[in-house]
């Protein structure tokens, strides 16, 4: 199963004992952290499995819940909800059932609980064993975009910021880095500049996302030999096709 769980309630409470001491004796790592905590979204970013234990007060932590909606969607987090049914009615303006790794009904049944948390390692294998793509772009509906077109055969990791993926990637590794041309803050070529100074990360290949329709741009920063560079008007099929051929050995269409 997966390595390591986190199970958040108010209250480390003999039922949410009960359920982190079961899945222990499954060879589980366990954690509890409680919604009062104003360290929780900190516990959170390390977290790929979280169970929520549901009371009445979650529905007064609007802002872990909103919180918790955005890593399913950006992050992949996998939330397993356990509550009554009012409660699932209710998390449900919140927290779409189509984030959620599963939920299940007090009193809950150990086995289903661990069958749910079975099909997400199984997820997460076959994740491990996609090619990882990091894209990194300021404007969140494209991220989202793309990362919609290659989930399926990707692994796709999103970041808002060059800062954000220079974080990512000071402790993940990524088989390919989309990167946009042009960011606030820091510009993509400035980007490129400080992955290619880092040990770990300056091997990884990287080609920038543009909306120039000429190759000066990348042609002004070959000395940090990106791979080239992808139209960001490209569709869906052609990127596809691109990042296949990539990844099979062949050059991009530039």
Known sequence: MTDSVLIIS???????????????ASGLMCTFASTDSPNICAVIDDRRVIILYVDESIFEKQDLLIYLKDKCNDD??????IGSPSDFNTLSNYISDNYLAGKLERPIEMQELIGI??????????????????????DATYLRTIRDWLKDKY??????????????LAKNHADLILL????????G????????SEEASRSIPVI???SKSDRESVKSVIRLKPEGYLLKSIGKDD????LDNFFNGESINE
Do not use: C
């Open 155 to 168: 692994r796709v990791i999103m970041a808002n910021s060059g800062i954000q993926a220079l974080t990512w």
């Open 239 to 242: 990127l596809r096709n691109e």
């Open 180 to 187: 946009d041309y042009m960011m606030p803050i820091a510009s």
């Open 117 to 138: 948390l079975e099909g997400v390692q199984g997820a997460a294998q076959e994740d491990r064993d996609k090619k990882s793509i990091l894209i990194v772009d300021d």
């Open 76 to 81: 992949d987090l996998k939330l397993i909800i």
């Open 10 to 24: 108010k209250l480390e409470s003999f039922m949410v004992n009960a359920i982190k001491n079961k899945l222990e």
């Open 208 to 210: 920038f996302l543009t």
């Open 189 to 196: 070529p400035e980007i490129l500049e400080m992955i290619r």
